[in-house]
């Protein structure tokens, strides 16, 4: 016969997890308190950095099952919830999700499930990039600098070049400028202009 093990984590010390052992608990799921894992932790926490996560995968076995209320709890993204589902079903545990209507995501349907959230992330992640680029690039063709400004003026800049020509060294200039060694180089290699 299957274990049946739930998880339940909120990210803040003032939230509670009763909501998610109650609604449990309401889909039919009998599990005793010595098999619900409770967290505090970040979302944004990979399930394998977890604490009480791990010590859920130290007591699980094949064939028992696991229990969440949201896809969320799992992971931080959906390639993260991914992998979790995979490293569990590796182990022969089968995982449900209430929220997906108490879907076995290591089942064909739940592995579609899983296939259909991840290329949606993965989606929503270059449509993110691709924006990002296009904003970048509408910032540069309109003369805007982009990043850090320079730590020195284009006049320091200037001192800085005729001082490597008559033979200073970088280091000596980082510390005369007040500067890291790196912006010096900069100034020497071209990448900022004087």
């Known amino acids: 016969m ?38 505090t ?15 859920l995968i130290n007591k699980l076995e094949s064939g028992d099952v696991l229990v969440v209320t949201k896809l969320d709890r799992l992971g931080r993204n959906a390639m993260d919830v991914r992998a979790t ?20 995501l290591t089942s064909p349907a739940g592995k579609l499930t899983m296939g259909v959230i991840a290329a949606v992330a993965e989606f929503e992640r270059d449509l993110l990039i691709e924006r ?8 540069v063709s309109q003369g805007k600098t982009l990043g850090r ?16 020509d008559t033979g200073d060294s970088v280091a000596a200039l980082a510390r005369v400028y007040r500067t890291s060694r790196q912006s010096i180089m900069r100034i020497r290699d071209g990448s900022v202009v004087s």
């Open 132 to 139: 990002t680029q296009a904003g970048l690039s509408r910032a």
């Open 149 to 164: 400004p320079s730590s020195l003026t284009k006049a320091q800049a200037g001192e800085v070049l005729k001082r490597l």
């Open 41 to 55: 932790i970040s979302g944004s926490v990979a399930a394998r950095e977890r604490k009480g996560f791990g010590q």
């Open 2 to 39: 299957s274990r049946v093990f739930a998880y339940c984590r909120v990210s803040t010390s003032d939230q509670t997890t009763d909501n998610q052992i109650q609604e449990i608990a309401g889909a039919g799921f009998s599990i005793t308190s010595q098999r619900t894992i409770v967290e």
């Open 85 to 104: 589902v995979e490293a569990l079903e590796g182990m022969g545990v089968r995982v449900h999700c209430l929220s997906l209507g108490g879907t076995d």
